[in-house]
Each structure stands twice: as structure tokens, then as C-alpha cells.
């Protein structure tokens, strides 16, 4: 059963902190993303990454970094929370070869 | 840059009704076109693809170049199929960066 795990269902962290997301998938997968998904607006790409340490910015990068060490992990940072980050933040992995996208069971962040 | 618009963000349909979840996209190349769905407490997956043809769950879509439309189908709602589903699309060749719709909520009523 091909896997994509995100560390945390909830998070609640404080406007200011720095928050990491991990992601790990066990599908050898090339390709990995970060979403964030919200109500009327769907998923919205932050970032993805199609190598080890390669990555590309998606639709909304801005107030988020990633990073990408080793194929099967791919992390989400931001750097200094703000309550307009209070989402659903979704990874997805993919192999260039098939190009369905497998995704992670989400973690819902919320900053106060 | 390609877009995707799902027009309908609630869609209520009554147990054994015919359900059509709206789907267009803007692109100039030629896209794969994709339906995912996300079931209460699971997670997104993969329910159909347009290049597979096949019916899945009894739902099917027609990627219709002209009208650059890519409709999910099914003739008789089922409880079962209420969800949320997002139609996405896959530019041809370059990265493998998808853009999904805003997605339209299911409501089959028994």
C-alpha cells in the first residue's frame, strides 16, 4: 500500500514562531508537493520539488520555505507564522512516469 | 499559465438523480485532465483520469477539447458519492506541477 505521511494531524503554533511540516513517502517517488487547501479556494500549490535538493516555487510561496535533503522526505517552513497561514496543509508525492499524485491525510495548522 | 474552474462550490442531488460536476480549463497545449475526490476524514485520491477512459464508481468524464471542458458524469447518485471533488490538470511535458480547481462539494440526498 503506497504510503504518504505527514508527522501531524494538528498543529497550533504562535504568530512569530518558525513551524516545520515533514512529509515522507515510501514510494520512491521523484516528485513531491505542498498544498494548502481551503474552503472556496481549493488547493493552491506552494511548492514542489522534482529532485533531491531541487525545488520550485508554486502559486503562493510567499511566507514559506522547503526543503528537500532526501528523496522520500520533503519539509514545509515557515519561517514566521501569521494567522493568515491557519490551513489545511496538504504533501502529494508523484513519479514522473505515472502521473497520478498520491497524497498525505493533511495536517490542519492553526496559528493564534 | 493554465487554470482550472469548477463553477459550483455545493451540488445537491437527490439518492438515484443524474449528477454533472462542471469542469473547465484554460490551456493552450494539450493537458491531462484529472478527477480527484476526498471522502469525510480521508484523504485526497485519484478517482479518474481522461486518458484511462474507464468508468470509476460509475462515474465518467469526457475531455472535450472544444468547449475545453472536462465533466464528471454519473447517472444515478449514490449516498456514497457525497464528497468533495477537485477536477486538476497536468500540463503536457516541462514539470509535473498540477493546478486544481476550487472544487465542488457533492451532497446526494437520501
Known amino acids: 500500500d503506497v504510503k504518504v505521511t505527514q508527522s501531524s494531524r494538528y498543529l497550533v503554533k504562535r504568530t512569530g514562531e518558525k513551524v516545520f511540516l515533514e512529509c515522507v513517502q515510501d514510494?520512491?517517488?521523484?516528485?513531491m508537493f505542498w498544498y494548502r487547501q481551503d474552503p472556496g479556494l481549493g488547493l493552491r500549490l506552494i511548492y514542489f520539488?522534482?529532485?533531491?535538493?531541487?525545488?520550485e516555487k508554486g502559486d503562493i510561496p510567499e511566507g514559506y520555505s522547503v526543503s528537500r535533503e532526501k528523496k522520500e522526505r520533503f519539509s514545509l517552513i515557515l519561517e514566521s507564522a501569521s494567522t493568515n497561514q491557519t490551513s489545511m496543509y496538504l504533501c502529494?508525492?508523484?513519479?514522473?512516469?505515472?502521473?497520478?499524485?498520491?497524497f498525505g491525510q493533511g495536517t490542519r495548522l492553526t496559528v493564534v | 499559465a493554465q487554470r482550472v474552474t469548477q463553477p459550483e462550490k455545493l451540488l445537491s442531488v437527490f439518492k438515484g438523480a443524474p449528477v454533472e460536476l462542471k469542469c473547465n480549463y484554460s490551456?493552450?497545449?494539450?493537458?491531462?485532465l484529472f478527477w480527484y475526490v476526498q471522502y469525510s476524514r480521508q484523504r485526497l485520491q485519484l478517482l479518474l483520469r481522461?486518458?484511462s477512459r474507464e468508468s470509476i464508481k460509475g462515474f465518467t468524464a469526457d475531455l472535450n477539447k472544444g468547449e475545453t471542458s472536462f465533466h464528471l458524469k454519473k447517472p444515478f447518485a449514490q449516498e456514497e458519492d457525497s464528497a468533495m471533488y477537485y477536477c486538476?490538470?497536468?500540463?503536457?511535458?516541462?514539470?509535473?506541477?498540477?493546478?486544481f480547481g476550487t472544487g465542488t462539494k457533492l451532497q446526494v440526498i437520501p
Open positions: 502529494a508525492s508523484s513519479a514522473p512516469a505515472n502521473t497520478e499524485a498520491f
Open positions: 514510494m520512491d517517488h521523484e516528485n
Open positions: 520539488s522534482y529532485d533531491v535538493k531541487m525545488k
Open positions: 490551456y493552450s497545449g494539450s493537458p491531462e
Open positions: 481522461h486518458i
Open positions: 486538476a490538470l497536468l500540463p503536457s511535458g516541462g514539470y509535473q506541477k498540477v493546478t
